[in-house]
């Protein structure tokens, strides 16, 4: 404890001298703690998904990227934060764990597990030649392995959490991370610049938090639906309000989109439409008068930016130059960049950098591990559907609702953002993932014992004959 003070008092008077043994302690005791208690380890990893700094290493300057003398991926430079090491050394602690004592025979099948294998297989050989082609650095490597951390970390919640009370409790958490960062986003307002998760830096992501705030959004709307408690909803709702504030304020436009692909999933397959229905005519009236006016700007600026070199025209309207230069890049990888490495691609970051997830999957992938990445997408969207009609408990049914209809904004925002590699983005999501699909195996067991016991108790009792 005294070292640990000590060690944090060095950082506050400088950073740079003790920030290697910090980074080495906090990784001993993340492997410790793995080892002694999984659930542990992944509270805390849950609350680093939007609680963690980063720090970035290498890349281009500012300067040079704005002037366009570099523009691939790996010109970015390489962001780690905290819980991109606390989930590199929980996913590989955990299959280490599971090894010595013999139960990587005994993990539970998911519907997804063919389809993020050949997916991730996909993306480490592309990327392997790749790299001894000279189009890929060790850059693309780290991607790669993130890439298995996300499925891996999904594999850890569905295999560890056999327990009602435990996936409740994590779901607890992700609510509780989700208003921290609520907070903090809100506390970014008085600043005029778009609101972005915290401790990301000098630049900022806003379209990643819009992603992240409209799928916790979801979440917190399916459980309202399917909870029967005044009280607890009616906390749900301020709740609500209490993400929209700052999910407005991102300014997002790919995001506003996602929200309103997800009101839509909402209206087609919720259960209680009226209450849906009246809450999407009440926040449709009520937005132009309490939006505030740089958001409404916002919007508007994707038809009125005025006349700039370069944008594409629709009719009368000038596309602005950031949507043109995402159509733009769509039309770049199709008729450009994909023929030249139809089938593998070009490996993980070895191609130019793009704000749209497709068109790079199929960039970097090629045609097969588009295929595969769609028939992930398709994989999850099947399981999650499953889940939102078959599950029991209420809680946990909003929960698949909302996760299922926040899934289908995810699947939008995609469009504009690399949103399935992005860490604020997948770690949360595939946390819900695995919690969802847990309680489903949950129940499954529970109705297996329970229609054994009943055949057990109905089979007449046998009797035996003697001469």
């Known amino acids: 404890m005294c070292t640990t003070l000590l060690l944090y008092v060095a950082y506050l008077v400088s950073p740079e001298l003790v920030q290697g043994p910090i980074l080495l302690i906090a990784g001993l005791m993340i492997i410790v703690i793995t ?8 509270y805390f990893l849950i609350l680093s998904t939007l609680l963690s700094p980063e720090i970035t290493m290498g890349g281009a300057s500012q300067a040079e990227l704005a002037a366009g003398l570099v523009n691939t991926t790996e010109s970015r430079g390489i962001t780690f934060r905290l819980d991109d090491i606390m989930l590199a050394l929980i996913c590989f602690t955990w299959m280490f764990r599971m090894a010595i004592r013999n139960e990587l025979n005994i993990l539970r099948h998911t519907p997804i597990n063919q389809a993020a294998g050949l997916y991730w297989v996909t993306c480490a050989v592309a990327t392997m030649i790749g790299y001894f082609s000279g189009n890929v650095g060790l850059y693309g490597i780290f991607f790669v392995i993130k890439y298995l951390e996300y499925f891996v970390l999904f594999y850890i919640v569905v295999n560890h959490l056999d327990n009602e009370a435990i996936i ?14 609520a907070i903090i986003g809100m506390s970014q307002i008085p600043s005029g610049a778009r609101v972005s998760a915290p401790f990301e830096g000098a630049e900022g992501e806003p379209n990643t938090f819009g992603g992240y705030l409209m799928f916790m959004f979801c979440i917190i709307l ?8 005044r ?33 839509i999933c909402f209206l087609i397959y919720a259960q209680r439409k009226a209450l849906l229905v009246f809450l999407c005519l009440g926040g449709i009236i009520l937005a132009p008068v309490i939006l505030p006016k740089n958001v409404i700007d ?8 005025s006349e700039q070199s370069g944008q594409l025209q629709v009719g009368n309207l000038n596309i602005d130059t950031s949507t043109t230069e995402r159509l733009r890049s ?5 008729n450009r960049d994909f023929p030249k490495n139809p089938i593998l691609g070009v490996g993980i970051t070895g191609g130019a950098f793009l704000d749209a997830q497709y068109p790079r999957v199929l960039l970097e992938t090629g045609i097969v591990g588009l295929i595969f990445f769609i028939w992930f997408l398709r994989r999850v969207w099947v399981m999650l559907k499953q889940s939102a009609y078959q599950l029991q408990d209420p809680l946990m049914r909003g929960v698949a609702l909302g996760a299922f209809c926040g899934y289908g904004g995810l699947l939008v925002h995609a469009l504009g953002a690399n949103t399935f590699i992005i860490v604020r983005i997948m770690e949360p999501f595939m946390i819900i993932l695995g919690l969802v699909f847990a309680m489903r195996l949950l129940e499954q067991q529970k109705s297996n014992s329970s229609r054994s016991a009943t055949t057990t108790s109905s089979s007449p009792p046998s009797t035996s004959h003697s001469g």
């Open 35 to 42: 080892f002694t208690s999984v659930e542990l380890a992944l």
């Open 168 to 181: 409740k409790r994590f779901l607890f958490m992700m609510i509780i991370t989700c208003i921290l960062a």
């Open 222 to 229: 399916g459980i309202i639906i399917h909870l029967k408690d």
């Open 231 to 263: 009280q607890k909803r009616f906390m749900l709702f301020g709740l609500l309000l209490m993400i929209l504030i700052p999910f407005v304020f991102t300014e997002s436009r790919s995001s506003y989109l996602s929200l309103f692909a997800a009101l």
């Open 298 to 305: 916002r919007v508007m600026f994707t038809f009125n930016q």
């Open 330 to 334: 769509w039309d770049n990888v199709i």
